[in-house]
């Protein structure tokens, strides 16, 4: 896959999960929604690659494929950027906070997850998706 394709993803993941808050599954929305997040941070890995670069250590190789957004962040290069803009940004750092626990087993859930918060927390004023967009 390439940085375009993680990024229409993204985008495609977010419309799925507005249609469902729409519609009322919160918690469809709260997967959907870490989702598109888990695939702007990919993106956002794939923005640090090179073409024909050989591949980096097996062990960061395999930390691509994870589904902890923490990890992948700092897959990313990004836990200090994100940690620095915070510093003057708390309503960031506090959608991140929120985003941040999301898990692939969330799918799994069919009660108390709040889509709405999450959706907010990533598209929101100082949401996390704004801010990823600009390492993208």
Known sequence: MTRKDF???????LNDARTLLKNGNKEGAYYLTGLAVKCALKAAIARRTRRHEFPPKPTIVRGI???????LLIAAG???VLE???VGNA????????????????????????GEVMYRAATGRNGVLAWLRQHW
């Open 7 to 13: 990024q229409r993803l993204t985008r495609l993941r």
């Open 65 to 71: 494929y994870d589904h902890d957004l923490n990890k």
């Open 78 to 80: 990004l836990e200090q």
């Open 84 to 86: 620095a803009v915070a």
């Open 91 to 114: 309503a960031l750092k506090q959608n991140w906070v929120l985003v941040k626990d999301w898990t692939v087993e969330s799918r799994y859930v069919t009660t108390g997850l709040d």
